[in-house]
């Protein structure tokens, strides 16, 4: 039987891409000829590992995510009021992925988490499957205290989640229960092949790695206010980072696509960034320390603080000695902390794509 499967991807952040795109490329080493159709507001670089396959991407933005100045700030007005002007659009934007879904003869549907892609594959009968660890539904409920007239938006995002044949549960998952059928799935994780030692060798072809090094999972808005006079007083630290617009004599920008970022988690000695679902899952599978600030505006930060807490070594920074680039103590804790990683499973990735087959079989 020919599979072609339309896959849509939330463009929030990284973490749902490079998740989905690790399920996809075992799906692929499975079954090499089957046809993905990716939709999603995701830069088209994060499908780069995949070309080699029958694989397209379309840019296409069929929900809102987050939207956020920084990683720390969420703006729940402006989110809110997006989603409620996509849901003025909907039946125009179902429509022409209805008629997409009948062009590619499209087999199946893979969404993480986009809701309208359940309801596309209601319309046409489709077999409609979602992974992830979260549901925008669950996210936004919260902000209903200060916005309580959006909610219709949760309750026109769950009536499309409903539509969903089987959820593939990541862990570290908020409240599902939206969904009826859930499979429960190991970590989906980037894992390098790497030895530690390995890593750092490759590392020291773009840094000093005879220095502590830390890799600045930030972006610019992130740590543009942080005092540039504070970092470059690290001087016994090296920092590395894949934006170039991060700049200081103690940071070192890596261009995206050089070193596989699972590599340059692995080669380091501590990483210092927000905790993210995707990051936490690379720091476990990579086993690397990461200290974290935590993000207020997320109420996933809980769950996966209590993740990192029991699976990785790790520290936690005040959002105050963050800004003022205090990092020192901080970053020096992580480092010194003994290596002790409980086993969890991370052959999610794997896991997720049998299953995918399993179903549209």
């Not at 692929?28 to 507001?41: E, K, L, Q, Y």
């Not at 996509?86 to 008629?99: G, N, S, T, V």
């Not at 894949?242 to 696509?257: F, R």
């Not at 000695?321 to 902390?337: I, P, T, V, Y």
Request: hydrophobic share 45%.
């Amino acid at each position: 039987m020919s599979i072609v499967i339309a896959y849509y991807i939330t463009g929030h952040g990284y973490g749902h891409t490079v998740r989905s795109v690790e399920i996809l490329k075992e799906l692929f080493r499975r079954r090499p000829n089957a046809t993905v159709h990716v939709r999603t507001s995701a830069a088209a670089w994060l499908f780069e590992e995949l070309h080699s396959f029958q694989f397209h991407y379309h840019a296409t933005r069929l929900d809102v995510g987050a939207l956020q100045s920084t990683s720390y700030h969420v703006d729940r007005a402006a989110t809110l009021a997006a989603y409620a002007d996509l849901i003025e659009r909907k039946q125009k934007l179902l429509d022409q992925e209805i008629a997409f879904l009948t062009r590619e003869k499209i087999t199946a549907i893979v969404s993480d988490i986009t809701p309208l892609a359940f309801a596309a594959a209601a319309a046409l009968r489709l077999p409609a499957i979602a992974a992830a660890n979260f549901t925008w539904d669950w996210i936004y409920q919260d902000w209903l205290a200060d916005f309580p007239h959006y909610a219709p938006v949760i309750e026109d995002i769950r009536a499309d989640y409903r539509k969903a044949d089987l959820l593939l549960r990541l862990p570290f998952h908020g409240d599902m229960s939206v969904f009826t059928n859930i499979v429960d799935l190991p970590l989906v994780a980037r894992r390098s092949s790497l030895s530690r030692e390995q890593a750092r060798s490759r590392l020291a072809d773009f840094v000093d790695t005879k220095k502590k090094t830390i890799l600045l999972g930030l972006r610019q808005a992130d740590i543009g206010h942080v005092p540039a006079a504070a970092l470059e007083k690290l001087s016994d630290w090296r920092f590395i980072t894949t934006s170039p617009a991060l700049q200081a004599d103690t940071i070192t920008c890596i261009p995206e696509g050089r070193l596989p970022f699972q590599d340059m988690v692995r080669g380091c000695d501590v990483i210092l960034s927000k905790p993210g679902y995707s990051l936490v899952a690379e720091v476990i599978a990579n086993q690397t320390p990461l200290v974290y600030v935590t993000r207020n505006d997320f109420c996933e930060d809980p769950i996966l603080r209590q993740a990192l807490s029991r699976y990785a070594v790790c520290e936690e920074m005040s959002m105050e000695d963050f800004n003022a680039g205090r990092w020192q103590e901080a970053l020096q804790k992580a480092a010194a902390k003994p290596a002790l990683w409980p086993f969890i499973a991370n052959h999610g990735a794997e896991t997720a794509a049998e299953r995918i087959l399993e179903y549209v079989k």
